[in-house]
């Protein structure tokens, strides 16, 4: 065998992404397919990648038929307790899915029905836990830190916020980010 080993590791996983690729949902009728029973981590991970941007694609164009089709086989590989990946797989595929509702306003409404008293209730709540039960508070003051630390001389950032149930935290993290010696970088939050 000739060339390194990363020549080799990354043409087996280009091998295996352009085998993915040239694969499509209609080839995957079936939930059961041996494919998809024998799938590792890293091979689910890039077929999870490749189905989520081509159902991006399709939700862009407003293409129903094939985004559900793609929803329904990410559907199949994600999950909220699964590997990371798995997870926010699950995570993009809601949002996704969430995307393609807001075309019929009336079904979307019907489906997310946002009550005024539920929502302040809500928020009444989560105040009282946080205010007794500080460890959530120190817990946000903790991963604001790590995050800065790891954007520390960055210029371009953005977060992925997966538990955007509670976004006051946000407000320390971007008051933290404005006071950067190096002056704030340019900053994305999802």
Same mark, same amino acid.
């Given at each position: 065998?000739?060339?390194?080993?990363?020549?080799?590791?990354?043409?087996?996983?280009?091998?295996?992404?352009?085998?993915?690729?040239?694969?499509?949902?209609?080839?995957? $009728? *079936?939930?059961?397919?041996?494919?998809?029973?024998? %799938?590792?981590?890293?091979?689910?991970? =890039?077929?999870? /990648?490749? @189905? &989520?941007? $081509? *159902?991006?694609?399709?939700?862009?164009?407003?293409? %129903?038929?094939?985004?559900?089709?793609? =929803?329904?086989? /990410?559907? @199949? &590989?994600?999950?909220?307790?699964?590997?990371?990946?798995?997870?926010?797989?699950?995570?993009?595929?809601?949002? =996704?899915?969430?995307?393609? @509702?807001?075309?019929?306003?009336?079904?979307?409404?019907?489906?997310?029905?946002?009550?005024?008293?539920?929502?302040?209730?809500?928020?009444?709540?989560?105040?009282?836990?946080?205010?007794?039960?500080?460890?959530?508070?120190?817990?946000?003051?903790?991963?604001?830190?790590?995050?800065?630390?790891?954007?520390?001389?960055?210029?371009?950032?953005?977060?992925?916020?997966?538990?955007?149930?509670?976004?006051?935290?946000?407000?320390?993290?971007?008051?933290?980010?404005?006071?950067?010696?190096?002056?704030?970088?340019?900053?994305?939050?999802?």
């Amino acid at each position: 065998m000739t060339g390194t080993a990363n020549e080799l590791s990354s043409s087996a996983t280009s091998s295996r992404l352009l085998s993915f690729m040239s694969m499509s949902p209609t080839t995957v $009728n *079936c939930p059961y397919a041996p494919f998809l029973r024998d %799938l590792k981590s890293d091979d689910r991970g =890039l077929f999870l /990648i490749h @189905l &989520l941007l $081509n *159902c991006a694609t399709h939700v862009a164009a407003g293409n %129903l038929p094939q985004a559900n089709t793609f =929803l329904e086989h /990410i559907s @199949l &590989l994600s999950s909220t307790n699964g590997d990371a990946m798995q997870r926010i797989a699950s995570y993009f595929t809601e949002a =996704l899915a969430g995307r393609l @509702l807001r075309s019929w306003p009336g079904l979307y409404r019907a489906l997310n029905p946002i009550l005024p008293d539920s929502i302040s209730t809500l928020n009444h709540g989560r105040r009282l836990f946080l205010d007794l039960l500080p460890f959530l508070r120190l817990s946000y003051l903790i991963s604001n830190q790590a995050i800065l630390e790891a954007m520390e001389g960055e210029r371009v950032v953005h977060v992925i916020d997966l538990g955007g149930s509670d976004p006051s935290h946000l407000l320390a993290f971007l008051h933290a980010v404005s006071d950067r010696p190096e002056g704030p970088p340019h900053l994305r939050i999802t």
